[in-house]
Antibody, heavy 126, light 107 residues
Framework: QVTLKESGPVLVKPTETLTLTCTVS??????????VSWIRQPPGKALEWLAH???????SYSTSLKSRLTISKDTSKSQVVLTMTNMDPADTATYYC??????????????????WGQGTLVTVSS | DIQMTQSPSSLSASVGDRVTITCRTS??????LNWYQQKPGKAPKLLIY???SLQSGVPSRFSGSGSGTDFTLTISSLQPEDFATYYC?????????FGQGTKLEIK
């Protein structure tokens, strides 16, 4: 059974650094067909992709947030960690981690988010 | 970045209706387009991947089509549990991007 669970602070102050951990089970972070993304959703607003890390440790970041984000993984602990620096009230959101699954047909390889964590609401306020 | 535009932003429909939601990408995304359903207070759920492939366990009343820049999600006969917000997402080029969502409400 595949599960992902986000953990971290529920409240951070402006200018502080947020550290979120995604603990996965039911699959390995070393599986070449899989990776993990972080996605957030401000209250009442749309989903926003933040970052991903793949099995080969390849990382990618949101263009607008790249300078503030760092993603890493500890395969032995089945954990993916996202840090976001210089937090602002506009960063108040539910933060999700999601499994990336890669599917290859005869001609192309696709990927999508097939399992999601329940999300964790992070509020930025002094 | 590839920009995503969904239409309509909201939609009122009745049980049994056929509904179509459109997603347009700012540049070709080939068929690297996925659809998700989100209910209030819940994480999104994958419905369709690679533009037209139905995720395992998703009812066959959901279907996807399109390629290039224009994609559609169709629900052939709305059921009460389908009232939710739907998002498209392109995975053709990083960074990944999502549409702004389409809220499907009961008429």
């Amino acid at each position: 059974q595949v599960t992902l669970k986000e953990s971290g602070p529920v409240l951070v102050k402006p200018t502080e650094t947020l550290t979120l951990t995604c603990t996965v089970s039911g699959f390995s972070l070393s599986n070449t067909r899989m990776g993990v993304s972080w996605i957030r959703q401000p209250p009442g607003k749309a989903l926003e992709w933040l970052a991903h890390i793949l099995s080969n440790d390849e990382k990618s970041y949101s263009t607008s947030l790249k300078s503030r984000l760092t993603i890493s993984k500890d395969t032995s602990k089945s954990q993916v960690v996202l840090t976001m620096t210089n937090m602002d009230p506009a960063d108040t959101a539910t933060y999700y981690c999601a499994r990336i699954l890669s599917y290859c047909s005869s001609s192309s390889c696709y990927y999508y988010f097939d399992y999601w964590g329940q999300g964790t609401l992070v509020t930025v306020s002094s | 970045d590839i920009q995503m535009t969904q239409s309509p932003s909201s939609l009122s429909a009745s049980v049994g209706d056929r509904v179509t939601i459109t997603c347009r990408t700012s540049q070709s995304s080939s068929n690297y387009l996925n659809w998700y359903q989100q209910k209030p207070g819940k994480a999104p759920k994958l419905l369709i991947y690679a533009a037209s492939s139905l995720q395992s366990g998703v009812p066959s009343r959901f279907s996807g089509s399109g390629s290039g820049t224009d994609f559609t999600l169709t629900i052939s006969s709305l059921q009460p549990e389908d009232f939710a917000t739907y998002y498209c997402q392109q995975s053709y080029r990083t960074p990944d991007t999502f549409g702004q969502g389409t809220k499907l409400e009961i008429k």
